[in-house]
């Protein structure tokens, strides 16, 4: 049994939803266990994040999936205080090896999703571990809500949240995609784990 | 009179659109000349871009926006190698205050569009120029093919060009929004060069 | 007479002196004020970062240079807590047009400062304002400490801070591009501000 | 025997020494087969790359690392053309799931090599490949020119290249970070083939 972590802040509830598709994506592959944890506030005591049952569970885990909602240009500082907190896991190459991918929510289509994506990305590589995106075949564009990919995402996961209840985002295509990283990235790890280095 | 000069590369026509559009909006502004200046594939022999007459051009006007499309992540080939040939002019610092913005267009509402926006921004800091964005009002997500901003580029503009003739790309709001940022960019040249640096 | 603020988080006291050497930088240019503000983790409750009257002195200031260490690879969750708080003046456009500048500080010569940088750019460009990046020289690459510039950051400061006691860092070359990044900003912001929008 | 290929640009020389060390890394594994495949500006014609015997060979490879030389801030405009005639790859999904890495080398210790290196990851997410970054322990800072990641490059390698001659750069600690990281791309290149995915 492997086992795939998905840590995340979400402010409104939208990160929360992708978080949850992506986790029932890593949930429907065989040998697979997913842990869905949650960063908050209350985990943040002047500036400094701590956790230590969470964090022991990230460090158990083959596989960590970083989700945070795109405020003001960059992941929120919820999840920011998160990141500080690994820096002694850096330093001692602790995650060394492991899976990793991510993902994020914004209420624009853009709205910089990238820039917080490729950060994720810098904290896996900094972190020593194997980062995975989406791979889903390219949108055919056709502007349906339905769509795979329709903004076009390829480090990581940019879902577009919801601003107005009548919008009623994130869409289904959104979620599908989301929920199909959450299997590639399951996929990937059964596969990664199955033959130890230098085998 | 002041000069405002948008130096781009168009693969398809996307991108040549919104320059048409940026320098629309610049154009409506009293006291500034626009040149629209277009990078060619026939610039470049054995991967190095030259034209010193288009060269000249740029370094006699008071502002440049540089743009392209973003392919496979990134700005084309072709303005790639035009870069390059700008690194005489880093040394010298003979861009050095010059007003400097960007625009790129690619078929997804995102599709790494932000990444060849800070891209151009990069260019212009090493050239020491003043990067200016856009500034219109945030968009209110209705949706609407008219919205100003739907899709949040704040860094530069990000159109969302034509890939399947019947959806008619870019929409009337990205051009409108393209048109905008000619105008922002030509008002802030006009006002940065009413007073010489140490007046 | 103009302000220029510098609003800075410091983790370990190295970005706080590279905030000084800017504040220097700035101070010696006549007609320019200098407000000096740190964010600290006792702003912070609950995630959420809170300061009237560090914001309200923003929002007064005619420019403002952010400042934060980079750890794990982006901004500090203290400045990120800050910059979340800046969602409604983005929102109702309050800083358009103010200059803008960044600096940050961390152990490695690189280590991921570029992508600190290029969030601050981010961030100033979201709140519609003009981002100025250092104009000093190119560097000759001496190797030599006093050296302006000896790393090569286009987009801001990138000083090297001291982890190493007897490293004696960030150099008196890093120390002295910093101070003449205050002053280039300083000076940009009287040029700036000398002719009014739509004069 | 699994393949690992090294495409890259090298104007002055500097990027083709980190190619060859990382190489040499690589072909200290048993089991690996190297491939160094030189772009070069001959096999550009009117802004267009094309070879279709070295894209055969990438597109028989395992693993694909791509190397580039930082001008004016982003790979040089001969990988720029390179990476543009791979649309057709991404669009077949062709080079799905194969390992990736990158490096690049220019003058400066920093000189936004880290904005060429996270475009090297974004080529390769658009790509579908799987991201390897070095995984060489933290540099214990000594300033030392021996010393592994000294300037504290994570999300692939940062060499610093040879302006003046009597510097004699890259260093042997930069050259032998770039060995080990084509080290440790092959290993990890095993490992990924040693298990079919759905195994």
């Keep these: 049994m492997k086992t795939v972590a998905i840590v995340f802040h979400s402010g409104y509830g939208n990160t929360a939803k992708v978080a949850a598709a992506v986790a029932e994506g890593a949930h429907a592959v065989a040998g697979v266990t997913v842990r869905l944890l949650a960063l908050t506030p209350e985990q943040i005591t002047a500036g400094r994040w701590q956790d230590d049952a969470l964090m022991a569970e990230l460090s158990a885990a083959d596989a960590i999936i970083f989700g945070a909602p795109t405020y003001m240009g960059m992941v929120s500082g919820v999840f920011k205080c998160f990141a500080d907190a690994t820096a002694g896991i850096w330093f001692q190459m602790g995650w060394k090896d492991k899976i ?22 810098t904290l896996a590589a900094q972190l020593r571990m194997v980062w995975v995106g989406p791979a889903a075949p390219p949108s055919n564009l056709t502007g349906d809500e339905q769509d795979l990919d329709r903004n076009g995402y390829y480090i990581g996961i940019g879902a577009v949240g919801n601003v107005r209840e009548d919008l009623g985002l994130p869409s289904a295509g959104d979620l599908r995609t989301a929920a199909l990283y959450g299997q590639r990235i399951a996929e990937v790890t059964l596969r990664w784990q199955a033959a130890p280095l230098n085998a």
Tied chains: 1, 2, 3, 4.
Aim: hydrophobic residues 35%.
């Design 100 to 121: 990793a991918g991510g993902f994020t929510s914004s209420a624009y289509t853009s709205g910089d999703k990238v820039m917080t994506l490729h950060y994720l990305a």
